[in-house]
């Protein structure tokens, strides 16, 4: 089945405990795109990758890394996460060119 | 970078039709839309490219105004199935890079 894979659903964690959510693809797709989502403020995208080793920083960056050694992987570190960057995460990929986005299942993330 | 949608939220019974906006300020590549059922990721329901092109999926369809950056998603004869949050995204280079609106809360009640 073609789909997006993330982990953890649920994380509930502590201030500046660096975590990392891990998101996986088996579609071959070559863009991949991370989005935080918060009510009232809609889907906002965090960092995204046209390929292999190439990413790139969305809207809100600030306090996230991401990297892409393999095509269907493209995890996101939260070096020292802070309660602001409590949120449902979507992890996403499309084909490159006018393709609909395939989104991950999310993952609920609470920094106390 | 987010696309303007409205209006925030409406409240359909049964039966009834719905429009849904989506307005830019830069110029566009394509639009896409969504729906977001609650406890659910976003769900693809189509892509429109520049050219006014309109495209239908089901009793649902789209049109994408392009000299005006806008675009809109018609509901007709709502179902309860329909209930959802519907984002649109905004393609500007042709890359593929989405930017989401804040998204249209619909509710259909029997």
């Known amino acids: 089945e073609a789909q997006v894979t993330q982990n953890p659903r649920y994380l509930i964690t502590v201030t500046g405990k660096k975590l990392t959510v891990t998101c996986s693809q088996n579609?071959?797709?070559?863009?991949m795109s991370w989005y935080r989502q918060d009510p009232g403020l809609g889907l906002r995208q965090i960092y995204y990758?046209?390929?292999?080793?190439?990413?790139d920083k969305g809207d809100v960056p600030e306090g996230y890394k991401v990297s892409r050694k393999e095509k269907r992987n493209f995890p996101l570190i939260l070096e020292s996460p802070s309660p602001n960057q409590t949120s449902l995460y979507f992890c996403?990929?499309?084909?490159?060119?006018?393709?609909?986005?395939?989104f991950g299942s999310g993952t609920r993330l609470t920094v106390v | 970078q987010q696309p303007v949608q409205s209006p925030q939220a409406v409240i359909l019974r049964e039966g009834e039709d719905a429009v849904i906006n989506c307005s830019s300020s830069?110029?566009?590549?394509?639009v896409h839309w969504y729906r977001q059922k609650h406890g659910e990721a976003p769900v693809f329901l189509m892509i429109?490219?520049?050219?006014?092109e309109q495209k239908g999926h089901e009793k649902i369809s789209a049109s994408f105004n392009e000299k005006k950056q806008q675009s809109s998603l018609y509901l007709t004869a709502s179902q309860l199935s329909y209930s959802g949050t519907y984002f649109c995204?905004?393609?500007?280079?042709?890359?593929?890079?989405?930017?989401f609106g804040t998204g249209t809360r619909l509710t259909v009640i029997p």
């Open positions: 995204g905004t393609e500007r280079t042709g890359a593929n890079n989405l930017f």
């Open positions: 429109l490219l520049k050219g006014g």
């Open positions: 830069k110029a566009l590549y394509s």
């Open positions: 990758s046209m390929n292999v080793e190439v990413t």
């Open positions: 996403a990929s499309t084909p490159p060119l006018e393709a609909g986005y395939t």
């Open positions: 579609m071959n797709h070559e863009y």
